[in-house]
C-alpha cells in the first residue's frame, strides 16, 4: 500500500476528507520550498502537491504559469524540484507528496532516470498533465507500481467515454477531478453539477475522487467536502507569491497569508 492509499484509508477510518494544497516548486525562490512544504503538513495538509515549473503549462492559468516562470527564473530545474521532496523527507517520512508537471522536461531527463529520481526522493504520486492514459505502457504502470509511486489522471466535465474508462482502469491513488471547464484558477464553480459528477464517477470505481480547479475559500472547500473525498487548492495559495521577489518581508507575508487560508480550508472541511 502507498503513502497515498494509507492517507486515504486512515482519513475513512476517521470520517475526514482530504485537504491537499499545490504549491510550485521553487517559487518564490527555491529556498522556500522545502520549509514551506513542512509548514502546510503542520496546518492541516493530507497531501502535498508540488508543480514541476515548465515553460509551457497549458492546463494552467495566469497564477500558476506566472508561478513556475518564476521558478524557472529563479534556477529551479525538473531534478531540483523532486530533490525538494527528498530534503523534506529527511525529516516527515508520513506525508504524501504529488508531483503535477508535463511530459517535456520528464522525456529530456528519461523515463528512467526521472522515476528512479523520484523513488530515490520519496515521491509518492506522479500526474503528468499531457500523458494520455490509452498512451500510458503497461511498463510504465508496472514501474510505478513497483516504485509505489502512484498514477494520478484527471477527469473533468468535458472528458470523453474512452478517456474516462483508461482513467479509471490505470489511474491510482486517486482521481483528480477537475471541477471547471477551463485552466487552474477559473472561477466559475458548479458544486452541484460537480456533485452529480463525482457521483458518477464513484459508482465506476473505488479509487477516492478530490475535486480541484476553482475552490478558492472554506464555504466552497466545505461544499465540494460533502460529496468529495478530497479538496485540491492550488491557485488562491500561489496568488500570494506574486510580488514578493526578493523583499523578505513580502515572504513573510505571504506565507502567512497562505498557511491562515489553510487554516480556514482545514477548519471548514472538519467541520462537516
Known sequence: MTRISQTFAI??????KALIPYIMAGDPNPSV???????????GADIIEIGLPFSDPMADGAVISLAGERALAGGTST?????????????????????????NPVEIIGYDNFLNLCEQNGVDGLLLVDLPPNETSDDLSEQLAQKAINQIFLLAPTTEKD??????KRGSGFIYYVSVKGVTGSRALNTDEVARQVQAIKADTELPICVGFGIRDGESAKAVATFADGVIVGSEL??????????????????????SKMDELRQAIDSL
Open 238 to 259: 500561489v496568488r500570494h507569491f506574486a510580488d514578493v521577489g526578493d523583499d523578505k518581508d513580502k515572504l513573510e507575508l505571504a506565507i502567512d497569508k497562505v498557511l
Open 79 to 103: 531534478t531540483q524540484a523532486v530533490q525538494m521532496v527528498g530534503e523534506f523527507r529527511k525529516t516527515n517520512q508520513s506525508t504524501p507528496v504529488l508531483l503535477m508537471g508535463y511530459l
Open 33 to 43: 520550498t522545502v520549509d514551506l512544504m513542512h509548514e502546510l503538513a503542520l496546518h
Open 11 to 16: 482519513l475513512k477510518q476517521q470520517n475526514k
Open 163 to 168: 478517456r474516462r474508462q483508461a482513467v479509471l
